[in-house]
């Protein structure tokens, strides 16, 4: 069995990854946590992540919690990530090459 690389949570201001909801619909998830590993949660329809998220209905604070890797998938776009996690996630996401800020 893999070892989760993104297992351990982090604080708000120090994601994995930043998805941000394409067409200006004001979300916003920093990823903080995944449950599973990489190679599982392309296998599971309900992997889950811990996110920080941010969205109209938030009125412009975040609030924490789970969210199925899924949804942010198909509705946000990567803006900002670690190596490991371009590494591990980049072919899930929709960015494009040089637009991805580096997060440390």
Known sequence: MAKNPFG????QNQP?????SAGGQGWTWHVCKTYKAPESESKDHYARWFVWA???HTFGSFEGGDTYARDVWSLGRLVACTPEWL??????S?????TIERLA
């Open 94 to 98: 929709h960015w494009q090459e040089g």
């Open 54 to 56: 941010k969205s109209p």
């Open 87 to 92: 590494e591990a996630h980049g072919s899930k």
């Open 8 to 11: 351990k949570s982090r604080p």
């Open 16 to 20: 994995y990854a930043i998805y941000e």
